[in-house]
């Protein structure tokens, strides 16, 4: 200690000793305004987003005058907001309209979502040819009719009667009205259609168009055809539930629709999702798909153009779905 004393050398070497080191202490300070920096940024964030939300949020006036809307008012607001989504389905429809060199004239497509009340149409006012492939509707009348004890869906029908004489191997048979009603609808053959027609109109002595007019409230007409909005209400009426017991309306036509669907190619990942294709055809420069899409998202829908190749209806089929997919 003397010696210390005595040498400053010594001394100085001994105060280093005690001291913490300096680069230390810096690290130390710089840590800390770093944290201070980033608990400010934290602190200027909240404050601004609570400024934000205040600036951005609906005045008691706006609130009320929202509130005060009528449902006509308030229809056009959600139509306005979903015009975004039809805009977007109608340009796809065109490309592809236009990339394959297709008559936009020729080409037709019906959307409808009962849950969200998303209703589109690619060309409306036009009337759909449906050369009997509406059967459908026949199918749900007959439902309605049988309920009330008006017709019995299990009396004969002899095919017989129907033959056609330039089908070398039709074979004639005695079959219920159910039987022939899920034939016409499976197959489209006219010896079956006919038969049901006509079984249809002895039993309520109409024509059976006129009375599927009056009950669903559309317009079928002599020509057998119907407009978009009719086709629209008479699908959404199949697909429709009894309220009481949250069952479908019409079972037995759903599900003749159901197996037809299921027995065609190329639709196995629509079917796993419990697509029913109503009435698919492709014929005689002529395509017309009705579909219903049963799930929690569920929706129904018509392709008809003028054409007879598959792919047409293929392809329009899944710009449809895909678009639906991206906006439900």
């Known amino acids: 200690m003397r010696e210390n004393r005595r040498n400053p050398k010594a ?17 130390t300070n710089k840590f800390v305004l770093i944290l ?18 205040r600036a951005h949020k609906p ?9 005060n809307l009528s ?20 340009n796809r429809i065109d490309n592809y309209i236009e990339n394959n060199k297709l008559t936009k004239e020729n080409i037709n497509v019906m959307y409808f979502n009962p849950s969200k009340d998303r209703y589109y149409v690619y060309e409306a006012d036009k ?19 049988k309920k009330e004890n008006k017709i019995d869906d299990n009396m004969t029908i002899n095919t017989e009667e129907y033959k056609d004489k330039n089908d070398k191997d039709f074979v004639g048979e005695k079959i219920s009205l159910y039987e022939a009603i899920s034939r016409a609808i499976k197959n489209g053959k006219n010896t079956d259609i006919q038969a049901v027609i006509d079984s249809l109109n002895k039993t309520i002595s109409e024509d059976w168009k006129t009375l599927a007019n009056k009950r669903y409230g559309i317009k079928i007409s002599e020509k057998n055809e119907m407009n978009v909005d009719d086709i629209k209400k008479t699908l959404t009426l199949l697909i429709s539930k009894d309220k009481e017991n949250d069952s479908y309306l019409y079972p037995r036509t759903l599900n003749i629709m159901l197996e037809n669907a299921r027995s065609k190619k190329g639709l196995e990942s629509l079917t796993k999702q419990e697509f029913i294709g109503v009435e698919s055809i492709v014929k005689y420069n002529f395509i017309l798909e009705n579909g219903i899409i049963l799930d929690d998202e569920g929706y129904i829908y018509m392709i008809q153009g003028k054409y007879s190749d598959s792919n047409i209806l293929n392809q329009l089929r899944t710009i449809l779905i895909d678009w639906h997919n991206e906006y439900k």
């Open 127 to 145: 009337d759909i040819a449906m050369n009997n492939h509406n059967i459908f509707i026949a199918s749900m009348l007959v439902e309605d009719l």
């Open 71 to 90: 449902l006509d008012e308030k229809y056009q607001k959600l139509e306005n907001i979903l015009s975004n989504y039809k805009t977007d389905l109608t």
């Open 59 to 67: 005045s008691e006036a706006e609130t009320i005058q929202e509130e």
């Open 36 to 53: 201070l920096a980033l608990l400010f940024i934290v602190v200027v964030y909240f404050a601004f987003s609570k400024l934000y939300k």
């Open 11 to 27: 001394r100085k070497v001994n105060n280093r000793r005690r001291r913490p080191p300096r680069r230390r202490r810096q690290g």
